[in-house]
């Protein structure tokens, strides 16, 4: 393997409490996935965000696929979060 450099996929990932993402970047690893749930191929992903490469998103797929029912329910959790916003953002508007 002379020439070749060799990448840790665990070093892909940075884990901390309430949040993993992709190493050196901002990007989620729940965000990820989220395009992934709507149809997105890893290859749409990556064109999506223009700074992750095709290992990244494989690794926070197979992060995910590990870790499937905590990050189900953590998408679920921050999907009501976003529709109470927008609740609220839309009863401010009409009052």
Known sequence: MTGTAVSDIGSLISIAPHKVTISGTGVTVNRVIRWYKLGRSPEEIMETFGHL?????????AYYYANQLEIDAQIEEEEEEEQQIEHNWLKAKHS
């Open 53 to 61: 490469n095709l290992a990244q998103i494989y690794a926070a797929l």
